[in-house]
C-alpha cells in the first residue's frame, strides 16, 4: 500500500531519464499491476506523468485487451487515463477495441465510464459510433442503469448535427414516444432532464411540447414533478 504511494511520488518530481529507468522495472508486470489494489495507481500515474513516448510497452500491454480491463473496476480506470494522456497513435488501437464492443460496455457497471470518455476524449469517427449505437438504442439504453450515463453524455458532447439526430430519435414518428416512455422510467426520467438542458431553445421547444402531448398526466406520474420542475426552470414557464 505505501510502496506505491512512494513511486508515484517519484514519477511526480523525477526527472524524464530517472523516469524511464524507474518504469522499465515495470516490463512484464503491466497486466498483474492493473488489476492489483495498489498497483493500479502506479500505471495510472505512469500514464499520466511520464512523456508518452516512453510509455508504449505499457499500452502495447492493452492489445486485444481492452474489452476485459474496461469491464474491470481498477482496469477501467487505466483505459481512461489512457485516453486522457496517450498520444493519437496510440490512443487508435484501444479506441478501436471499444467500438467494437459497445453495447456490451455501455451496459456495464465499468464500462459505462470508458465510453463516456470516448465520447469526451476520442476522435470523430469514434464518437461517431457512440452516437449511432445510443441512436438505434436509445430507449433501451436510457432505461439501464449504466447505459443511461451514455445516453446523456451523447447528448452533452455530441456535435449540433448528432443532437439534432437523437432528439428526433427521442421525439419518434407517428404513434411511437421513445420521449413519453423514458419520462416515466427511473433512469430514463434522469435522462430527459439532462437532454433538456443540452440541446438548443429550438430543440427544448418541440421536446416540451412534445412532451405535453405524450404525458398530459405528467404531473400524476411517479417522476413527473422533476421533469416539470426542469422544464419550469428552462423555460420560465408554468407547464
Known amino acids: 500500500m505505501y510502496g506505491c504511494r512512494v513511486i508515484q511520488k517519484a514519477l511526480e518530481h523525477l526527472c524524464e ?15 498483474m499491476c492493473i488489476k492489483d489494489q495498489n498497483g493500479n495507481h502506479v500505471i ?7 512523456p508518452s513516448r516512453h510509455i508504449g510497452f505499457i499500452i502495447e500491454s492493452f492489445d486485444g485487451r481492452v474489452n476485459e480491463l474496461s469491464t474491470h473496476p481498477y482496469g477501467c ?17 484501444i479506441l478501436q477495441e471499444i467500438t467494437q464492443n459497445l453495447m456490451q460496455l455501455v451496459k456495464d457497471q465499468y464500462g459505462n465510464y470508458v465510453v463516456q470518455h470516448v465520447l469526451t476524449h476520442g476522435r470523430g469517427v469514434f464518437t461517431q459510433r457512440v ?5 438505434g438504442n436509445l430507449l433501451a439504453l436510457s432505461r439501464n442503469k449504466y447505459a443511461s450515463n451514455v445516453v446523456e453524455k451523447s447528448y ?16 419518434g414518428e407517428g404513434e411511437e414516444c421513445p420521449l413519453g416512455c423514458m419520462v416515466r422510467d427511473a433512469f430514463g426520467n434522469y435522462v430527459v432532464q439532462n437532454i433538456l438542458k443540452y440541446v438548443s431553445k ?9 412532451i405535453r402531448e405524450c404525458v398530459p398526466n405528467i404531473r400524476k406520474i411517479a417522476y413527473g414533478k422533476h421533469i416539470v420542475a426542469c422544464i419550469e426552470k428552462l423555460t420560465g414557464e408554468i407547464l
Request: aromatic residues 0%.
Open 17 to 31: 531519464p530517472l523516469q524511464v529507468k524507474l518504469i522499465s522495472e515495470l516490463k512484464g508486470q503491466i497486466m
Open 44 to 50: 495510472q500515474k505512469c500514464i499520466e506523468r511520464v
Open 77 to 93: 480506470r487505466v483505459i481512461q487515463r489512457s485516453l486522457e494522456n496517450c498520444s493519437h497513435e496510440q490512443k487508435e488501437p
Open 131 to 135: 452516437v449511432e449505437v445510443v441512436a
Open 156 to 171: 452533452k458532447h455530441g456535435s449540433e448535427q448528432d443532437k439534432e439526430r437523437l432528439v428526433q430519435v427521442a421525439l
Open 202 to 210: 429550438s430543440q427544448l421547444q418541440r421536446l416540451v411540447v412534445h
